[in-house]
T-cell receptor, first 113, second 113 residues
Framework: QKEVEQNSGPLSVPEGAIASLNCTYS??????FFWYRQYSGKSPELIMS????GDKEDGRFTAQLNKASQYVSLLIRDSQPSDSATYLC?????????????FGTGTSLTVIP | DVKVTQSSRYLVKRTGEKVFLECVQD?????MFWYRQDPGLGLRLIYF???????EKGDIPEGYSVSREKKERFSLILESASTNQTSMYLC????????????FGSGTRLTVV
C-alpha cells in the first residue's frame, strides 16, 4: 500500500505570514507530485505540480521536492484569508493495473485576518 | 477547461435502494475515477477506468459497481445502499499518463437514511 502522509493540522497563520505544508510519501519510484486545494464543501482543485527536485514557484505558491528524502512541501507566501482551505498532497504511483494518484488526508489551513 | 459534471449535488436515498451516480466529462480523457471522501479518511478510490468498457477495482470496491459504456460517461452504482455509504462522492478524470493531474467534478453528497 503506497502511503502519503500529511499533518492534519489545523494549521493557523496570521494574514501576511508564510504557511508551510508538508507531505511525505512511501513509494520511492514516484515521479509526479501535486497539490490540491479544497474549500469546505467543494471539490479539490489542482494548484501546483512538481516533477523535479528543487523549487517551483507560481505566484505566491512554491512547491518544493526532495526525492531522496521522499518529501514534498507547499509554501504559501503573504497568506490571505482566502487561502483558508484544506490542502491535499497527491503522488502519482504505479501499480499492476496502471497509474493512479495516492492522496494524503489533507492539512487544514486557517489564515487569521 | 475540462468540465466534469456530476448529475446531482445532493442526494437522499433510503437503505436498500439502488443508487446511480453519474459523471460526464467533455474532454477526450481516457481515465476516469470514483472516490469517496470522509472526514479523517481522506480520498479513497472506489473504482477506475482507463478505457470504455474497462474497469478496475480501487481500494474500497465492496458494495459498489461501475459502468462505462461511453468514453465520456462513468457511472457509479450502489447496488443496495447502506447507511455506511453516506459520504461525499467525487468523480475525477485525467489524460493518459495522468502527469497533468486530475480534474474533479463538483461532488455528490449522498445521505442514506
Amino acid at each position: 500500500q503506497k502511503e502519503v502522509e500529511q499533518n492534519s493540522g489545523p494549521l493557523s497563520v496570521p494574514e501576511g505570514a508564510i504557511a508551510s505544508l508538508n507531505c511525505t510519501y512511501s513509494d520511492r519510484g514516484s515521479q509526479s507530485f501535486f497539490w490540491y486545494r479544497q474549500y469546505s464543501g467543494k471539490s479539490p482543485e489542482l494548484i501546483m505540480s512538481i516533477y523535479s527536485n528543487g523549487d517551483k514557484e507560481d505566484g505566491r505558491f512554491t512547491a518544493q521536492l526532495n526525492k531522496a528524502s521522499q518529501y514534498v512541501s507547499l509554501l504559501i507566501r503573504d497568506s490571505q484569508p482566502s487561502d483558508s482551505a484544506t490542502y491535499l498532497c497527491a503522488v502519482l504511483g504505479f501499480s499492476n493495473t496502471g497509474n493512479q494518484f495516492y492522496f494524503g488526508t489533507g492539512t487544514s489551513l486557517t489564515v487569521i485576518p | 477547461d475540462v468540465k466534469v459534471t456530476q448529475s446531482s449535488r445532493y442526494l437522499v436515498k433510503r437503505t436498500g435502494e439502488k443508487v446511480f451516480l453519474e459523471c460526464v466529462q467533455d474532454m477526450d480523457h481516457e481515465n476516469m475515477f470514483w472516490y469517496r471522501q470522509d472526514p479523517g479518511l481522506g480520498l479513497r478510490l472506489i473504482y477506475f477506468s482507463y478505457d470504455v468498457k474497462m474497469k478496475e477495482k480501487g481500494d474500497i470496491p465492496e458494495g459498489y459497481s461501475v459502468s462505462r459504456e461511453k468514453k465520456e460517461r462513468f457511472s457509479l452504482i450502489l447496488e443496495s445502499a447502506s447507511t455506511n455509504q453516506t459520504s461525499m462522492y467525487l468523480c475525477a478524470t485525467g489524460q493518459g499518463t495522468t502527469n497533468y493531474g486530475y480534474t474533479f467534478g463538483s461532488g455528490t453528497r449522498l445521505t442514506v437514511v
